[in-house]
């Protein structure tokens, strides 16, 4: 009993200004995610946001559930939740909590982005694979996700009753996995955003509240987690730095770049429309055409 008392001591008296960040951690992850969740549903479109993108957020957002809820500090704060008041029992719980609540932001996106992903480019002009994913990737990644937190929810519980004592390596598992794949969640949408030059249906103001809200997060759960959960939120620090080379480059696309103000308008291959300019000497390459005015500017 006093074991168990000393292990619950921190939760009894949490520290406040953790405890109120902690929270308004948990809102801002939602409130985060609702721009993109917006955009796309406004958009009716998730065109520019790669499949391979989702895949390994989807999954690695999985693997980062799994791992906190496997750490030996986060099941011992949730079996105190017998000793310590209702209070006490939430503080406890909301690194699980914040963990998750992005989970379900993530898999919202998954499913929005399946949704709304481009069927085809026109009714005459399917979209191809020379063009991007199709329609069938999406669903692929879809199921790949879902199986996939089928099998870690499984998982997790067995070794959780069968081999409590291997709980922790589990988690260290999961958590240098979820950290491996947000590592490279960035880089196949990065590359997608160069090869398009347009932020499509990204959502700027969604990145700008989480890559500083990614470092704010980290500390928060190294403060609760210690040392010992590095692998919990080092992976934070690892997305910000990525995201915000994506913020870079969306921002560039959006206000600076060639294509700027046209993100949204696409010919029917799926191009961003191109200046006047570019027209003109598009006709020059190929030459007059039967409706070419006789007389022209001479400028």
């Not at 559930?65 to 030996?72: D, G, I, R």
């Not at 699980?96 to 480019?121: D, N």
């Not at 069968?162 to 589990?170: A, E, F």
């Not at 997608?192 to 809200?213: A, E, H, N």
Request: aromatic share 10%.
């Amino acid at each position: 009993m006093d074991s168990s008392n000393s292990q619950c001591k921190h939760l009894a008296s949490p520290d406040p200004i953790n405890f109120v960040l902690s929270i308004l951690i948990v809102f801002g992850i939602s409130f985060s995610y609702l721009p993109q969740l917006i955009r796309i549903a406004t958009l009716k479109s998730s065109f520019g946001i790669s499949p391979y993108f989702v895949l390994l957020g989807a999954t690695s957002a999985t693997f980062a559930l799994a791992n906190v809820v496997s750490q030996k500090q986060s099941l011992q704060d949730v079996a105190c939740c017998k000793d310590v008041s209702g209070l006490s029992c939430f503080a406890g719980v909301l690194g699980i909590l914040q963990v998750g609540t992005q989970w379900l932001s993530f898999f919202a996106i998954l499913t929005l982005f399946v949704m709304f992903f481009p069927r085809e480019a026109s009714s005459s002009h399917p979209v191809t694979s020379k063009e991007g994913p199709t329609y069938r990737t999406a669903l692929v990644v879809a199921a790949i996700c879902t199986v996939h937190a089928v099998i870690m929810l499984v998982v997790t519980l067995a070794v959780g009753f069968r081999q409590p004592s291997s709980l922790q390596s589990w988690s260290d598992f999961c958590g240098i996995t979820s950290a491996i794949l947000a590592s490279i969640q960035y880089f196949p949408q990065i590359y997608t955003t160069l090869r398009l030059r347009c932020v499509g249906s990204l959502s700027i103001p969604m990145m700008c509240i989480q890559t500083p809200g990614a470092l704010i997060w980290a500390g928060s759960l190294a403060a609760r987690l210690g040392s010992k959960g590095w692998s919990t939120w080092g992976i934070l620090i690892v997305t910000a730095c990525l995201q915000g080379v994506l913020l870079v480059l969306a921002v560039f696309f959006e206000y600076l770049g060639p294509n700027k103000g046209h993100s949204h308008d696409y010919n029917k291959d799926h191009a961003p429309i191109q200046s006047s300019e570019n027209d003109e000497s598009q006709e020059e390459r190929d030459g007059p055409y039967e409706d070419t005015p006789l007389l022209q500017d001479s400028r």
